[in-house]
């Protein structure tokens, strides 16, 4: 099966401009979820969503941060304005059901801010 | 906030040793999961350990699980270059859907 399909896989932007990131999942897979990984560290979770409602949000900085899941499929992430500490790997990861089992993660986007 | 906190941070080993990464965490777990990570990839998932298990096999990978010191291990034997890659534990918490907390990853690097 196809994996999770991450786009741009690099983008460099200078600090206060504006930047969107897409995921596919994979086919079939109910939630998804987008994380933020800063060099050294593992990913936090950003948003959850489950179809196309949100089922966590709490840790997306909301003043500058926006996500969408239209239809159940895709989803859209979105900074701005950005500013240097947002400099971090951003990854999307689906799962079949809504429960607590694997997830399957996408090659991320490497965002730096300048 | 993160949950898990894995050591070593950084661990070097030959060709053919065997490599262990610990994990502990702070509150009830429903499950814990392990994954690898290779440079400017995306994570792998590897193995899920259940809070009523207390150790799981998957190939060269052991796993084990101790819910009263709230730590996990994980065992490669006989390790290859290609095992090389960053290994972090992650926990889910039944009561949040799917919410997976990350360590900050073990840093594995095997030498041919």
């Known amino acids: 099966e196809a994996g999770v399909a991450q786009s741009p896989r690099y983008k460099i932007i200078e600090k206060r401009q504006s930047v969107a990131f897409w995921c596919n999942p994979i086919s079939g897979h109910a939630t998804l979820y987008w994380y933020q990984q800063i060099l050294g560290q593992g990913p936090k979770l950003l948003i959850q969503f489950q179809n196309n409602g949100v089922v966590d949000d709490s840790q997306l900085p909301k003043d500058r941060f926006s996500a969408e899941r239209l239809k159940g499929v895709d989803s859209t992430l979105k900074i701005q304005p950005a500013k240097l500490e947002d400099s971090a790997v951003y990854l999307c990861a689906s799962s079949f059901g809504t429960g607590v089992g694997e997830q399957y993660f996408g090659p991320g986007t490497r965002l730096t801010v300048t | 906030s993160q949950q898990g906190e894995e050591d070593p941070q950084a661990l070097s080993i030959q060709e053919g040793e065997n490599a262990t990464m610990n994990c502990s965490y702070k509150?009830?777990?429903?499950?814990l999961q392990w994954y690898r990570q290779n440079s400017g990839r995306g994570l792998v998932h590897l193995i899920l350990i259940r809070s009523n298990e207390r150790e799981k096999h998957s190939g060269r990978l052991r796993v084990t699980l101790d819910t009263s010191k709230k730590s996990s291990s994980l065992l490669i034997t006989a390790s290859r270059a290609a095992d090389t890659a960053s290994y972090f534990c992650?926990?889910?918490?039944?009561?949040?859907?799917?919410?997976?907390?990350f360590g900050q990853g073990t840093e594995l690097s095997v030498k041919p």
């Open positions: 509150t009830s777990i429903n499950n």
């Open positions: 992650a926990t889910a918490m039944g009561n949040q859907g799917g919410k997976l907390i």
